[in-house]
């Protein structure tokens, strides 16, 4: 393993960016097991990406990544005698429930997930610290999974003329939880909960899903857009031919729409850059004037084959 503090100390950093250098050593020094380590996410969500914050736009989000576009359609409940909008998945939560969903199902080569028995280790299994209340992470965790359970999938090929080429799905097919918390016990339990994949997406999750380390997930999970630049040039470099130019406009139009200002946009993207290459040393990136020049790099799982 690196030693990344002495690699950080050669690089011009901020003492805020150092302690999180810090605390991402600590992750990456953790002794789990090879199984542990290894997560997976489906291709769909790296190259097309989540909402980092909730849309203004509650029930459709639409995503393009050259003739790739995602678009995700929120699903609805009943509540007494009307039915409103579930709304749209985003931010990390979202992201790290969609990391074990895909990972759990190839592991166990299934599309029916049971769901951990207790809520509050199923958080810290994905490293969220459970907590109660309005403004808790235990309500706001069973909200994300809520609307990832609901949310419809469309992917198109744009700029095909008059053609029509896409297909729809549902991410889950069938669900049973049931969420109840225990008489003197600060926990919450999902005995007998389930959730079954659509076929579709399952088809996805096993034919082209991208090998990451959880560990640098747990690390970045913070910021949405840290954990998006990770895992998009993860992938991105470990599939290149040759150097190849990403232009700020490219970049802001794939994961960072909801900033409005890209110059505020390329700002976080470079600091969390620093991040980044700290933990993967391996991997080849370079500012050039009006974009990011990227090089074909070694996979961050050395052990794991391109899964693509």
């Known amino acids: 393993m690196n030693d990344f503090v002495e690699i950080a100390s050669k690089i011009k950093i901020s003492r805020q960016l150092h302690n999180k250098v810090q605390k991402i050593e600590k992750y990456l020094s953790s002794r789990v097991d090879e199984k542990a380590?290894?997560?997976?996410?489906?291709?769909?969500?790296?190259?097309?990406?989540?909402?980092?914050r909730e849309p203004e736009n509650k029930i459709h989000w639409t995503k393009a990544n050259g003739s790739f576009v995602l678009r995700l359609?929120?699903?609805?409940?009943?509540?007494?005698?009307?039915?409103?909008?579930?709304?749209l998945p985003y931010g990390t939560y979202a992201r790290l429930i969609l990391i074990w969903i895909t990972t759990q199902s190839l592991i166990n080569k299934t599309r029916t997930l049971k769901l951990r028995t207790s809520l509050s280790s199923f958080m810290k299994e994905l490293g969220i610290q459970p907590t109660g209340g309005k403004?808790?992470?235990?309500?706001?965790f069973k909200e994300q999974f809520l609307r990832l359970c609901s949310c419809k999938i469309t992917i198109e090929a744009s700029n095909v003329g008059d053609d029509i080429i896409g297909t729809q799905f549902f991410i889950v097919e069938d669900k049973y939880?049931?969420?109840?918390?225990?008489?003197?016990?600060?926990?919450?339990?999902?005995?007998?909960?389930d959730i079954?994949?659509?076929?579709?997406?399952?088809?996805h999750v096993v034919r082209s899903s991208v090998p990451f380390d959880f560990r640098v997930i747990s690390a970045l999970k913070q910021s949405p857009l840290a954990l998006d630049c990770y895992l998009w040039l993860t992938?991105?470099?470990?599939?290149?031919k040759y150097p190849t130019i990403i232009s700020w406009e490219q970049l802001h139009e794939q994961m960072g729409s909801q900033y409005s200002d890209i110059n505020n946009f390329r700002t976080k993207v470079i600091k969390v850059l620093k991040q980044i290459q700290i933990i993967y040393s391996d991997l080849k990136t370079e500012k050039v004037r009006g974009g990011l020049k990227i090089f074909p790099s070694d996979s961050h799982i050395k052990s794991v084959k391109k899964v693509a």
């Not at 992938?235 to 290149?240: A, K, N």
């Open 73 to 87: 359609s929120g699903g609805e409940r009943h509540d007494g005698d009307t039915i409103k909008p579930v709304g």
């Open 177 to 193: 939880v049931k969420w109840m918390k225990d008489q003197g016990v600060k926990d919450i339990t999902t005995h007998d909960s």
């Open 37 to 52: 380590q290894l997560a997976f996410l489906s291709k769909i969500f790296v190259i097309a990406n989540l909402p980092h």
């Open 135 to 140: 403004n808790g992470s235990i309500p706001a």
């Open 196 to 203: 079954v994949l659509s076929e579709k997406f399952y088809e």
């Open 235 to 240: 992938y991105r470099t470990f599939t290149l």
